[in-house]
Structure formats: structure tokens, C-alpha cells
């Protein structure tokens, strides 16, 4: 079995969460083979160095979620070091605390580019590969906010709506393909 988490949630200070490690630890746990990815280096490194530490196997691989580039070289590497991929976590994602009418269109792209963007790219990226394995999962992490609206997070609640609805789009798609499409929705 093949794991890929990518990326690791970050709260609006920019520490990491530990969503990405906990799921990369447990993929581990259950006898995937985990590529840890991050923007972030070290903390990426310190993931995977871990996971190996604890008996599992997992390596890292540096990685922009919003880059079609970074996905294309991340799908590479996979194929070369496992030859297939079961499991793809799209777990990258940003929030900002503004009310919508007062969030930037940077700021609202930026969250879209991470959030919904980089879901897509993964999608894309990972099918071709994962159409090989016969049976395959992918799991989009959504947020409670992807079902329900709260106050100063207008583009996170955005993004989120947008990955639930892009995960139920692509069951459907993917459903005579033996790859099962799913969302996780935390809160």
C-alpha cells in the first residue's frame, strides 16, 4: 500500500496543525509506504524522519500544492519509489480570518489557489497513477465549515463548500474506476 499526504493544514498564526502528521503517522501505522509533502522543508522532514524512527517506511518530498509543476515531479516520484499509489490526502489548506466583504482579492485567490486549487491539481495528477492500482482511494480534508457558515472566514468557508461539492463531483466520476472519492469534514 501507498500513501501520499499532502501538505498540513495551517491555523492563521502559520504553525502547523498536525492534521498532515497525524494522518501521515497513521497511513504509516496501517503499513503504507507515506510520501509526507510541505512547502516547508523541516517540517516536512521531521514528518517523514519520524515515521521512520517508529518502524514505518515514508519519505519526504518538498511541495507546492498550487504548482501543476510540483504535482507532476511529486506523481514522478511516486511511481519511481513505490510504483503505484492507493491513497492520496489532499490535507494542504490556509485560512484567514476576515469577514468576506473585507478580505482582499489576493488574499481570497490565495486561499482558493491552497484550498480548492490544489485539491484539483492533486485529483488531476493522481488519477492516471491510481487508475493502475485497481482499487484506490482519495480523501479530500473539508472542514464543518464546508457544510456550515460562521463568521470572519468567508473565503476559508469558500473553499471549503467548493472541496466538498468538487468530492461528490468526483465519485461520480470515478466510480467505475475502483477509486473511491471521499470527505472528511473536522470542526
Known sequence: MCGTCIGKSRPRDGRCDGDGKSHSELLAREGAHVFV?????AAGEAVAKGIVAAGGKADFIKHDVTS????????????AKAGRLDILVNNAGILILKALHETSPEEFD????????????????????????????????????????AAMAGAYISSKGAVRLMTKSCAVDLADTGIRVNSIHPG
Open 68 to 79: 501543476e509543476d510540483d504535482w507532476s515531479k511529486l506523481i514522478d516520484a511516486v511511481r
Open 110 to 149: 490565495r486561499v482558493m489557489n491552497v484550498n480548492v486549487k490544489g485539491v484539483y491539481l492533486g485529483i488531476r495528477a493522481a488519477v492516471p497513477l491510481m487508475k493502475e492500482s485497481g482499487k484506490a482511494s482519495i480523501i479530500n480534508i473539508s472542514s464543518i465549515y464546508g457544510i456550515a457558515g
Open 37 to 41: 509533502t510541505d512547502r516547508e522543508a
